[in-house]
């Protein structure tokens, strides 16, 4: 037996030596140890991917994802896994949504921050700090529920290419928030600026107050010229 496990081994080290070059006799020594009930070891392989799914948005910006599976052919018999990811995505439908401009919010009246998740009667985007997740898991700025949305977008990976985007920064964190970014559509008439150390002079400003974390956040506003949005 142990002669018989001994040449077991042997011959798997010269299966893995000769796979490589494509050498004719990796099948005839593969045979024999099928022959034997040993099978070799069989390395994943992806299928082709399916297609993509719905847009998560019909305008505005969305994502949408494909998937592929680690079976063309899987893994067996002690063979490795797929490398990479089995689903990639990408934005779809970046075309900007129609507005009523009649009907958009005015600031700063019909607009909100509020950190404990969304609030009745109000539309929201999240205002999320990825480094940050546990504290800022329900932070959302919003605006009145029955009044245009005003196509603001929210990014924690600097700005977003063909918007307007402020920086939201806090300069007590700088290395968590200096790639933050509330951005709005390029005809947007919402001007903002930011401020981390009080209210802009001259400006209507809407506090931004992280409640568990009041020392830091304070001080934070969101402004803009008063009475802006319809027209």
């Known amino acids: 037996m142990n002669r018989f496990l001994t ?34 070891p ?45 689903e990639e995505s990408q934005e779809c439908n970046k075309s900007p949504c129609p507005i009523n401009h009649q009907l958009l919010p005015v600031w700063p009246g019909d607009f909100l921050w509020h950190s404990a998740g969304i609030p009745a009667g109000y539309h929201c985007i999240q205002i999320l700090e990825t480094a940050d997740p546990h504290t800022w898991n329900d932070n959302y700025f919003c605006w009145k529920a029955g009044r245009t949305n005003p196509g603001f977008r929210w990014s924690s990976a600097g700005p977003i290419s063909g918007m307007r985007c402020t920086q939201i920064l806090e300069t007590a964190d700088p290395h968590s928030w200096a790639d933050n970014y509330l951005c709005v559509p390029h005809w947007s008439r919402y001007h903002f600026k930011w401020n981390s150390a009080g209210p802009v002079h001259g400006l209507s400003c809407i506090r931004w107050l992280e409640s568990a974390d009041p020392h830091t956040w304070s001080d934070n506003y969101l402004c803009a010229q008063n009475g802006v949005g319809p027209y």
């Open 7 to 40: 040449l077991v081994v042997l011959v798997t080290i010269l299966v893995g030596v000769v796979r490589s070059s494509k050498c004719p006799l990796q099948e005839i020594i593969e045979n024999i140890l099928k022959k034997c009930n040993f099978s070799c």
């Open 42 to 86: 069989v390395d994943g392989g992806w299928s082709d991917y399916g297609g993509w799914s719905d847009c998560s948005a019909d305008c505005g910006g969305g994502t949408q994802t494909r998937n592929r599976t680690c079976t063309n052919p899987a893994p067996a018999f002690g063979g490795a896994d797929c490398d990479g990811e089995a």
